[in-house]
């Protein structure tokens, strides 16, 4: 039992009764003991709890779930995989095991199985975002960039506000050169121009009256606007 101090005296209680329950072999005293270490961070012991019953209700797909995503947290990522497929063995349709199944052979550099899993999972759920997420982020690991901006477009379109695939973007466009895009992707409020000796007069007089937020430019340029002698408010 690990050290409860400074906990509810509730919790306590209810973990000897646990135990207690446990002891004589009741499996599901036990999952519930497994879920109050895990809820209350007590990590080891929840693992060693979901391991025993990974062996003991071998059917059930829960317990390599949980334990997969405790060994995951703890970096073991091999573990957690053969975990995550045989949960998806034992429950097909059960989306988020199937989805962290995919995240792990992607960390594990497996993208195209990775691939294999998401796919899997739009044929469950066609517009989860994650699954969509999941694809654009294998096609970045395998040099696609045209089509990991597809997968994130269509990561967006199946939720507006899904900001994981809008944070993916900035990644992806400074990979293809593309600066503008992100900044256009997300509406910020944000002016971007460039300044070099073939800009015309007009707008490099405009951009020492209103400076936009971001400006690219040379270092000759740069050293020619730097010499104005109202360069200092810009």
């Known amino acids: 039992v690990p050290d409860l101090i400074g906990f509810p005296a509730e919790l306590p209680q209810r973990i000897a009764q646990l135990n207690q329950q446990a002891a004589s072999g009741d499996l599901t005293a ?10 209350n961070g007590f990590h080891a012991e929840a693992a060693a709890l979901y391991a025993q019953l990974e062996q003991l209700d071998r059917q059930n797909p829960r317990w390599p779930h949980l334990l997969a995503h405790l060994l995951a947290g703890f970096g073991r990522l091999d573990q957690a995989r053969v975990l995550w497929q045989r949960t998806v ?9 199937r989805l962290r199944w995919g995240d792990v052979l992607l960390k594990t550099n497996r993208a195209a199985d990775a691939i294999e899993c998401y796919r899997a999972a739009l044929a469950l759920a066609p517009e989860d975002p994650y699954a969509w997420l999941g694809l654009a982020r294998c096609e970045m690991q395998l040099g696609r960039l045209t089509a990991a901006r597809e997968r994130l477009q269509q990561a967006g379109a199946a939720r507006l506000a899904f900001g ?24 910020l409020p944000i002016r971007v121009e460039t300044r ?5 007069s007009d707008r490099k007089a ?4 209103r400076p936009p937020q971001v400006l690219l430019t040379t270092p000759e340029s740069l050293s020619l ?3 104005y002698p109202d360069s200092f408010t810009l």
């Open 30 to 39: 036990r999952g519930q003991l497994a879920q109050i270490y895990h809820a």
């Open 225 to 227: 606007l730097l010499s």
């Open 89 to 97: 063995e034992l429950a097909p349709e059960y989306l988020p095991a």
């Open 206 to 209: 405009r951009q020492r009256a």
């Open 164 to 187: 994981s695939a809008r944070h993916l973007l900035p990644t992806l466009y400074e990979r293809t050169g593309n600066l503008l895009a992100p900044i256009e992707e997300m509406g």
């Open 196 to 200: 070099t000796g073939d800009t015309p």
